[in-house]
């Protein structure tokens, strides 16, 4: 959902609701296209933003990812026994 300011009046519009004209130099599909822009660098941006790990950080990682497979097989073999 986005916040559309005009003077003191705030407007909400869902992302398939309609379109404001800002001006009327632009038509529907510039808009369309300026919004898709938009959402692409958003997403560009929150992908961005994640955290990078330390060394110490990966190895615990590592170290639970490799509990958790090993969960994981011994359950499979248990449940192909039965």
């Known amino acids: 959902m986005r916040l559309i300011?005009?003077?003191r009046h705030?407007?909400?519009a869902k992302e398939t609701g309609n379109i404001k004209r800002e001006?009327?130099?632009y038509s529907y599909k510039e808009q369309m296209a300026a919004r898709?822009?938009?959402k692409e660098l958003a997403a560009k941006?929150?992908?961005n933003d994640t955290p990078q790990l330390t060394k110490k950080q990966q190895e615990m990682l590592q170290q639970q990812l490799d509990q958790e497979q090993a969960i994981r097989d011994s359950t499979r073999k248990v449940n192909?026994?039965?």
Do not use: A, V
Request: net charge negative; hydrophobic share 15%.
């Open 5 to 7: 300011g005009e003077g």
């Open 10 to 12: 705030l407007h909400e």
């Open 23 to 25: 001006s009327k130099n």
């Open 36 to 38: 898709e822009l938009e």
């Open 45 to 47: 941006q929150n992908k």
């Open 80 to 82: 192909l026994h039965h």
